[in-house]
Protein backbone atom coordinates (compact mmCIF):
# COMPACT_ATOMS: atom_id res chain seq x y z
CA UNK A 1 0.00 0.00 0.00
CA UNK A 2 2.89 2.01 0.73
CA UNK A 3 3.69 2.00 -2.92
CA UNK A 4 0.09 3.49 -3.79
CA UNK A 5 1.22 6.55 -2.02
CA UNK A 6 3.27 7.39 -5.49
CA UNK A 7 1.82 5.26 -7.63
CA UNK A 8 5.38 3.07 -7.93
CA UNK A 9 5.33 0.53 -10.67
CA UNK A 10 5.09 -3.18 -9.27
CA UNK A 11 8.93 -3.41 -9.83
CA UNK A 12 10.57 -1.32 -7.92
CA UNK A 13 11.67 -2.93 -4.95
CA UNK A 14 9.68 -3.30 -1.65
CA UNK A 15 13.08 -2.37 0.26
CA UNK A 16 12.83 0.94 -1.67
CA UNK A 17 9.27 1.90 -1.31
CA UNK A 18 9.69 1.08 3.11
CA UNK A 19 12.92 3.41 2.88
CA UNK A 20 11.62 6.11 1.03
CA UNK A 21 9.14 6.71 3.74
CA UNK A 22 10.83 5.73 6.77
CA UNK A 23 8.73 3.09 7.07
CA UNK A 24 10.33 -0.27 9.01
CA UNK A 25 8.92 -3.94 7.70
CA UNK A 26 6.20 -5.50 9.39
CA UNK A 27 9.12 -8.38 10.02
CA UNK A 28 10.46 -6.08 12.90
CA UNK A 29 7.15 -6.03 14.43
CA UNK A 30 7.30 -9.78 14.82
CA UNK A 31 10.85 -9.90 16.00
CA UNK A 32 10.06 -7.04 18.47
CA UNK A 33 7.28 -9.05 19.97
CA UNK A 34 9.39 -12.11 20.44
CA UNK A 35 12.00 -10.19 22.31
CA UNK A 36 9.69 -8.93 24.32
CA UNK A 37 8.30 -11.91 25.10
CA UNK A 38 11.24 -14.17 25.55
CA UNK A 39 12.45 -11.07 28.09
CA UNK A 40 9.01 -11.67 29.89
CA UNK A 41 9.19 -15.46 30.28
CA UNK A 42 12.79 -15.18 31.70
CA UNK A 43 11.75 -12.32 34.16
CA UNK A 44 9.00 -14.38 35.91
CA UNK A 45 9.97 -15.42 39.35
CA UNK A 46 11.56 -19.52 39.32
CA UNK A 47 10.38 -19.94 42.76
CA UNK A 48 7.40 -21.54 41.33
CA UNK A 49 7.51 -24.73 38.45
CA UNK A 50 5.82 -22.10 35.80
CA UNK A 51 3.95 -24.10 32.85
CA UNK A 52 5.14 -21.51 30.41
CA UNK A 53 8.90 -21.63 31.84
CA UNK A 54 9.15 -25.83 31.53
CA UNK A 55 7.78 -24.99 27.95
CA UNK A 56 10.57 -22.90 27.35
CA UNK A 57 13.08 -24.92 28.99
CA UNK A 58 11.94 -27.81 27.11
CA UNK A 59 12.20 -26.23 23.59
CA UNK A 60 15.57 -25.06 24.64
CA UNK A 61 16.39 -28.30 25.35
CA UNK A 62 15.21 -29.88 21.52
CA UNK A 63 17.10 -26.83 20.26
CA UNK A 64 20.65 -27.49 21.94
CA UNK A 65 19.79 -31.17 20.90
CA UNK A 66 19.92 -30.29 17.42
CA UNK A 67 16.50 -30.35 16.46
CA UNK A 68 15.67 -27.47 14.06
CA UNK A 69 11.63 -27.77 14.52
CA UNK A 70 11.42 -26.32 17.61
CA UNK A 71 9.94 -23.37 18.73
CA UNK A 72 13.12 -22.14 19.89
CA UNK A 73 14.61 -23.40 17.16
CA UNK A 74 12.65 -21.20 14.67
CA UNK A 75 12.79 -18.15 17.33
CA UNK A 76 16.60 -18.38 16.67
CA UNK A 77 16.46 -18.10 13.33
CA UNK A 78 14.16 -15.49 13.04
CA UNK A 79 16.39 -13.20 15.30
CA UNK A 80 19.37 -14.48 12.90
CA UNK A 81 17.91 -12.82 9.97
CA UNK A 82 19.03 -9.38 11.81
CA UNK A 83 22.54 -10.87 13.16
CA UNK A 84 20.99 -11.14 16.63
CA UNK A 85 21.42 -14.00 19.82
CA UNK A 86 18.96 -15.02 20.91
CA UNK A 87 20.94 -16.07 24.41
CA UNK A 88 22.13 -12.42 23.87
CA UNK A 89 18.84 -10.08 23.42
CA UNK A 90 19.35 -6.49 23.22
CA UNK A 91 17.66 -4.82 26.25
CA UNK A 92 16.18 -1.13 27.22
CA UNK A 93 13.25 0.23 26.40
CA UNK A 94 10.30 -0.20 23.71
CA UNK A 95 11.73 2.50 21.65
CA UNK A 96 15.64 1.52 22.19
CA UNK A 97 14.91 -2.21 21.18
CA UNK A 98 13.04 -0.84 18.20
CA UNK A 99 15.79 1.39 16.78
CA UNK A 100 18.16 -1.21 17.46
CA UNK A 101 16.35 -3.57 15.21
CA UNK A 102 15.42 -0.90 12.50
CA UNK A 103 19.57 -0.17 12.68
CA UNK A 104 20.25 -3.55 11.88
CA UNK A 105 17.86 -4.31 9.21
CA UNK A 106 19.04 -1.16 7.25
CA UNK A 107 22.52 -2.45 7.99
CA UNK A 108 21.89 -5.68 6.81
CA UNK A 109 19.48 -4.26 3.59
CA UNK A 110 21.85 -1.29 2.09
CA UNK A 111 25.42 -2.60 2.55
CA UNK A 112 27.36 -5.33 0.61
CA UNK A 113 26.34 -5.53 -3.13
CA UNK A 114 22.78 -4.80 -4.39
CA UNK A 115 21.06 -4.91 -7.61
CA UNK A 116 20.83 -1.87 -9.66
CA UNK A 117 17.85 0.26 -8.84
CA UNK A 118 18.41 -0.27 -4.68
CA UNK A 119 22.10 0.09 -5.70
CA UNK A 120 21.39 3.88 -7.72
CA UNK A 121 18.93 4.57 -5.05
CA UNK A 122 21.50 4.29 -2.23
CA UNK A 123 23.98 6.42 -3.93
CA UNK A 124 21.75 9.08 -5.13
CA UNK A 125 18.75 9.33 -2.86
CA UNK A 126 18.97 7.23 0.81
CA UNK A 127 20.01 9.62 3.57
CA UNK A 128 20.81 8.24 7.24
CA UNK A 129 20.56 10.74 10.25
CA UNK A 130 23.16 10.45 12.72
CA UNK A 131 21.27 7.91 14.81
CA UNK A 132 21.45 5.54 11.15
CA UNK A 133 17.65 5.81 10.72
CA UNK A 134 16.73 6.79 7.16
CA UNK A 135 15.52 10.71 6.76
CA UNK A 136 12.14 10.93 5.70
CA UNK A 137 11.93 13.59 2.24
CA UNK A 138 9.73 16.61 2.30
CA UNK A 139 7.61 16.13 -0.64
CA UNK A 140 5.22 13.54 1.40
CA UNK A 141 4.61 16.21 4.34
CA UNK A 142 5.01 19.74 2.13
CA UNK A 143 1.13 19.41 0.98
CA UNK A 144 1.78 18.86 -3.20
CA UNK A 145 -0.89 17.84 -5.13
CA UNK A 146 -0.80 14.00 -5.83
CA UNK A 147 0.09 14.62 -9.51
CA UNK A 148 3.29 16.81 -8.04
CA UNK A 149 4.02 14.01 -5.03
CA UNK A 150 3.68 11.19 -7.93
CA UNK A 151 6.10 12.81 -10.20
CA UNK A 152 8.90 13.68 -7.37
CA UNK A 153 8.29 9.85 -5.55
CA UNK A 154 8.34 7.65 -8.63
CA UNK A 155 11.78 9.67 -9.80
CA UNK A 156 13.20 9.14 -6.56
CA UNK A 157 12.07 5.21 -7.05
CA UNK A 158 13.37 4.71 -10.39
CA UNK A 159 9.58 4.50 -11.26
CA UNK A 160 9.94 7.07 -14.32
CA UNK A 161 9.77 6.56 -18.66
CA UNK A 162 13.03 7.11 -19.48
CA UNK A 163 14.99 4.85 -21.35
CA UNK A 164 17.04 3.79 -18.71
CA UNK A 165 14.32 2.51 -17.01
CA UNK A 166 12.33 1.18 -19.81
CA UNK A 167 15.13 -0.64 -21.75
CA UNK A 168 15.39 -3.00 -18.87
CA UNK A 169 12.10 -4.41 -19.14
CA UNK A 170 13.22 -4.98 -22.83
CA UNK A 171 16.67 -6.45 -22.29
CA UNK A 172 18.30 -3.27 -23.94
CA UNK A 173 21.92 -3.11 -23.40
CA UNK A 174 22.77 0.00 -20.67
CA UNK A 175 25.07 1.38 -23.40
CA UNK A 176 22.14 1.36 -26.17
CA UNK A 177 19.18 2.95 -24.30
CA UNK A 178 20.07 6.29 -26.20
CA UNK A 179 18.23 9.49 -25.43
CA UNK A 180 16.30 9.48 -29.39
CA UNK A 181 14.99 13.60 -28.51
CA UNK A 182 19.03 14.95 -28.80
CA UNK A 183 22.06 14.19 -31.03
CA UNK A 184 24.10 13.34 -28.16
CA UNK A 185 24.08 9.95 -28.75
CA UNK A 186 24.04 9.71 -24.51
CA UNK A 187 22.00 7.42 -22.19
CA UNK A 188 18.86 8.89 -21.07
CA UNK A 189 19.32 8.64 -17.60
CA UNK A 190 18.81 10.54 -14.89
CA UNK A 191 21.37 12.88 -15.47
CA UNK A 192 21.13 13.43 -18.97
CA UNK A 193 17.59 13.92 -18.18
CA UNK A 194 18.03 16.57 -15.55
CA UNK A 195 21.65 18.30 -16.89
CA UNK A 196 22.98 17.34 -19.88
CA UNK A 197 20.16 17.17 -22.76
CA UNK A 198 19.25 20.25 -24.75
CA UNK A 199 16.01 20.11 -25.29
CA UNK A 200 14.98 21.22 -21.83
CA UNK A 201 17.36 23.83 -22.17
CA UNK A 202 14.32 27.11 -21.52
CA UNK A 203 12.83 24.88 -18.64
CA UNK A 204 16.21 24.70 -16.56
CA UNK A 205 16.43 28.36 -17.39
CA UNK A 206 12.38 28.94 -15.78
CA UNK A 207 13.62 27.21 -13.15
CA UNK A 208 17.15 28.76 -12.43
CA UNK A 209 17.01 28.56 -8.60
CA UNK A 210 17.44 24.87 -8.52
CA UNK A 211 20.84 25.32 -10.47
CA UNK A 212 22.57 28.00 -8.69
CA UNK A 213 24.85 26.26 -7.21
CA UNK A 214 28.83 25.52 -8.64
CA UNK A 215 28.30 22.02 -8.24
CA UNK A 216 24.73 20.68 -8.91
CA UNK A 217 24.23 16.92 -7.95
CA UNK A 218 21.16 14.68 -8.26
CA UNK A 219 21.21 14.38 -4.59
CA UNK A 220 21.22 17.84 -3.92
CA UNK A 221 18.69 18.97 -6.59
CA UNK A 222 15.89 16.33 -6.11
CA UNK A 223 16.33 17.27 -2.19
CA UNK A 224 16.06 20.83 -2.87
CA UNK A 225 14.38 22.73 0.18
CA UNK A 226 11.49 23.27 -2.16
CA UNK A 227 9.78 20.56 -3.31
CA UNK A 228 7.05 22.12 -5.26
CA UNK A 229 9.67 23.85 -7.54
CA UNK A 230 11.36 20.81 -8.34
CA UNK A 231 8.10 18.93 -9.24
CA UNK A 232 6.82 21.42 -11.60
CA UNK A 233 9.87 21.52 -13.32
CA UNK A 234 9.41 17.35 -13.23
CA UNK A 235 6.45 17.84 -15.02
CA UNK A 236 6.98 19.90 -17.74
CA UNK A 237 10.15 18.51 -18.62
CA UNK A 238 8.08 15.01 -18.68
CA UNK A 239 5.31 16.96 -20.47
CA UNK A 240 7.79 17.97 -23.34
CA UNK A 241 9.19 14.80 -23.58
CA UNK A 242 6.17 12.89 -23.99
CA UNK A 243 5.29 15.18 -26.87
CA UNK A 244 8.50 14.98 -28.13
CA UNK A 245 8.41 11.43 -28.26
CA UNK A 246 4.87 10.83 -29.74
CA UNK A 247 5.88 13.01 -32.46
CA UNK A 248 9.12 11.04 -33.59
CA UNK A 249 8.24 7.30 -31.98
CA UNK A 250 4.32 7.06 -32.98
CA UNK A 251 4.32 4.91 -30.18
CA UNK A 252 1.00 5.80 -29.54
CA UNK A 253 -2.41 4.26 -30.61
CA UNK A 254 -4.23 5.56 -33.51
CA UNK A 255 -7.19 7.52 -33.41
CA UNK A 256 -10.12 7.42 -35.87
CA UNK A 257 -8.99 11.23 -37.56
CA UNK A 258 -5.62 9.80 -37.99
CA UNK A 259 -7.44 6.67 -39.57
CA UNK A 260 -9.31 8.79 -41.79
CA UNK A 261 -7.00 11.46 -43.07
CA UNK A 262 -4.33 8.21 -43.82
CA UNK A 263 -7.14 6.88 -46.27
CA UNK A 264 -8.05 10.45 -47.61
CA UNK A 265 -4.38 10.41 -48.38
CA UNK A 266 -4.82 7.22 -50.31
CA UNK A 267 -8.08 8.15 -51.70
CA UNK A 268 -6.79 10.95 -53.32
CA UNK A 269 -3.32 9.85 -54.50
CA UNK A 270 -5.25 7.07 -56.01
CA UNK A 271 -7.75 9.51 -57.89
CA UNK A 272 -4.73 11.39 -59.14
CA UNK A 273 -3.40 7.77 -60.14
CA UNK A 274 -6.73 6.99 -62.32
CA UNK A 275 -6.76 10.26 -64.27
CA UNK A 276 -3.48 12.11 -64.11
CA UNK A 277 -1.23 8.95 -64.19
CA UNK A 278 0.31 10.25 -67.37
CA UNK A 279 0.33 13.54 -66.56
CA UNK A 280 2.12 13.80 -63.60
CA UNK A 281 4.37 16.88 -64.58
CA UNK A 282 1.05 19.10 -65.36
CA UNK A 283 0.06 20.70 -61.84
CA UNK A 284 -3.71 19.58 -60.63
CA UNK A 285 -6.35 22.44 -60.39
CA UNK A 286 -6.35 24.30 -57.67
CA UNK A 287 -10.17 23.21 -57.03
CA UNK A 288 -9.29 19.93 -57.19
CA UNK A 289 -6.48 19.98 -54.42
CA UNK A 290 -9.04 21.66 -52.69
CA UNK A 291 -11.15 19.34 -52.99
CA UNK A 292 -8.86 16.64 -51.34
CA UNK A 293 -7.92 18.52 -48.37
CA UNK A 294 -11.39 19.19 -47.12
CA UNK A 295 -13.00 17.12 -44.75
CA UNK A 296 -16.48 16.49 -46.69
CA UNK A 297 -13.95 14.75 -49.17
CA UNK A 298 -12.99 12.48 -46.27
CA UNK A 299 -16.85 11.64 -45.36
CA UNK A 300 -17.68 11.00 -48.85
CA UNK A 301 -14.30 8.11 -48.98
CA UNK A 302 -15.17 6.36 -45.67
CA UNK A 303 -19.15 5.89 -46.87
CA UNK A 304 -19.59 2.34 -48.19
CA UNK A 305 -22.50 3.47 -50.43
CA UNK A 306 -22.40 5.16 -53.94
CA UNK A 307 -20.54 8.75 -54.18
CA UNK A 308 -23.31 10.82 -53.33
CA UNK A 309 -22.04 12.82 -56.56
CA UNK A 310 -23.33 10.33 -58.45
CA UNK A 311 -26.49 9.44 -56.80
CA UNK A 312 -27.32 13.34 -57.29
CA UNK A 313 -26.57 12.59 -61.05
CA UNK A 314 -29.29 9.97 -60.96
CA UNK A 315 -31.72 11.60 -59.35
CA UNK A 316 -31.17 15.01 -61.23
CA UNK A 317 -31.25 12.77 -64.45
CA UNK A 318 -34.37 11.18 -64.32
CA UNK A 319 -35.96 14.75 -62.56
CA UNK A 320 -35.00 16.66 -65.60
CA UNK A 321 -36.23 13.47 -68.31
CA UNK A 322 -39.40 13.48 -66.41
CA UNK A 323 -39.65 17.26 -66.99
CA UNK A 324 -38.76 16.79 -70.30
CA UNK A 325 -41.39 14.10 -71.84
CA UNK A 326 -44.25 16.43 -71.36
CA UNK A 327 -42.38 18.70 -73.82
CA UNK A 328 -41.52 16.30 -76.34
CA UNK A 329 -44.77 15.17 -76.27
CA UNK A 330 -45.88 18.45 -76.88
CA UNK A 331 -44.02 19.14 -79.09
CA UNK A 332 -44.92 15.87 -81.42
CA UNK A 333 -48.74 16.61 -80.74
CA UNK A 334 -47.79 20.14 -82.43
CA UNK A 335 -46.06 19.03 -85.46
CA UNK A 336 -48.66 16.24 -86.22
CA UNK A 337 -51.53 18.14 -85.80
CA UNK A 338 -49.47 20.99 -88.21
CA UNK A 339 -48.51 18.26 -90.74
CA UNK A 340 -52.12 17.23 -90.33
CA UNK A 341 -53.61 20.91 -91.35
CA UNK A 342 -50.99 21.10 -94.13
CA UNK A 343 -52.10 17.81 -95.74
CA UNK A 344 -56.00 19.32 -95.82
CA UNK A 345 -55.20 22.35 -96.65
CA UNK A 346 -52.73 20.95 -99.98
CA UNK A 347 -55.29 18.27 -100.84
ZN1 LIG B 1 18.81 13.95 -24.81
Not at 53 to 63: E, F, G, I, K
Not at 243 to 258: E, F, I
Request: charged residues 20%.
Amino acid sequence: MLSRMIWAKPSVPHQIILTEFAVPPIQLSAIFQLILYIQRVMLLSTDEQRYIQMALASSRHLYDQGHRLSWFSQASQLLDTLGISITDLPSGTHEYIRRFLYRGYLRRTWQGQLEVKPDYYRTHFLELDTAGLPVLPHYPTSGLSHGLRFLLGQFRVSSHQLAIETGRFQCTPREERICQLCSLAMVESEEHFLFTCPVYYEIRGRYHCLFRQTHVTLRSLISYEDPRCVALMLREMSLLRQDLCQAVQHTYPVTQSQITSFFSRRRSRSDVDMTDSDCDDIPRPRTQRRRTTQPQATMRVTRPTRPPRQRHTTYAHTHRRRQHVPALTDVTARITSFYSISTALTS
